[in-house]
T-cell receptor, first 116, second 115 residues
Framework: EAGVTQFPSHSVIEKGQTVTLRCDPI?????LYWYRRVMGKEIKFLLH????????ESGMPNNRFLAERTGGTYSTLKVQPAELEDSGVYFC??????????????FGPGTRLTVL | GQQLNQSPQSMFIQEGEDVSMNCTSS?????WLWYKQDPGEGPVLLIA?????ELTSNGRLTAQFGITRKDSFLNISASIPSDVGIYFC???????????????FGQGTILTVHP
């Protein structure tokens, strides 16, 4: 079974440009999460989709970030326009179900974004 | 927001030594998790803890969920070179309407094992 995949693995852009990150969750996983790790700091939650609906977007930094999950399959995270502080590693994770006990979130390898 | 304080930030040990790392918080968590990240990969779940006081082992790894629900530790016994990586604690809280699945992570512990 394929794991969570993310594309691209690396992206280097200039300040003011637009970048779109893609995540393909494990097939059949309704829950999809985006997280970000800025260098040396903790991994921070950005948002959570259940199928195509945004369950929780409390971690999105500002309105330059737009996440979508059309059809409840893959998801995209667009940053427009990118700023220097957006640099970091963006992780996507998916899980099958949520409930009282955590259902394992399987993480993708991440996209390393560098904004110059 | 909720924060997890993880220590130490980094460790340099000899192969065969035991390792201990911990996380503390001012907030209560309902579930504690320990992840490991290898270079170029995403975090992988090592151990999950669901009840205060719970002690769980997974091979050479042992983790405990603190009685106060505000802390957890991870021990690695008899370290080997492949234990190298970044270890993260993470917590799940169901208080205050926090959505299920929203993980709060510690800053990570970078482990280096010298052969």
């Amino acid at each position: 079974e394929a794991g969570v995949t993310q594309f691209p693995s690396h992206s280097v852009i200039e300040k003011g440009q637009t970048v779109t990150l893609r995540c393909d969750p494990i097939s059949g996983h309704d829950n999809l999460y985006w997280y970000r790790r800025v260098m040396g700091k903790e991994i921070k939650f950005l948002l959570h989709f259940v199928k195509e609906s945004k369950q929780d977007e409390s971690g999105m930094p500002n309105n330059r970030f737009l996440a979508e999950r059309t059809g409840g399959t893959y998801s995209t995270l667009k940053v427009q326009p990118a700023e220097l502080e957006d640099s970091g590693v963006y992780f996507c994770a998916s899980s099958q179900d949520t409930g009282w006990r955590t259902d394992t979130q399987y993480f993708g390898p991440g996209t390393r974004l560098t904004v110059l | 927001g909720q924060q997890l304080n993880q220590s130490p930030q980094s460790m340099f040990i000899q192969e065969g030594e035991d390792v201990s790392m911990n996380c503390t918080s001012s907030s209560i968590f309902n579930t504690w998790l320990w992840y490991k990240q290898d270079p170029g990969e995403g975090p992988v779940l090592l151990i999950a803890l669901y009840k205060a006081g719970e002690l769980t082992s997974n091979g050479r790894l042992t983790a405990q969920f603190g009685i106060t629900r505000k802390d957890s530790f991870l021990n690695i016994s008899a370290s080997i070179p492949s234990d190298v990586g970044i270890y993260f604690c993470a917590g799940l809280s169901f208080a205050g309407g926090t959505s299920y699945g929203k993980l709060t992570f510690g800053q990570g512990t970078i482990l280096t094992v010298h052969p």
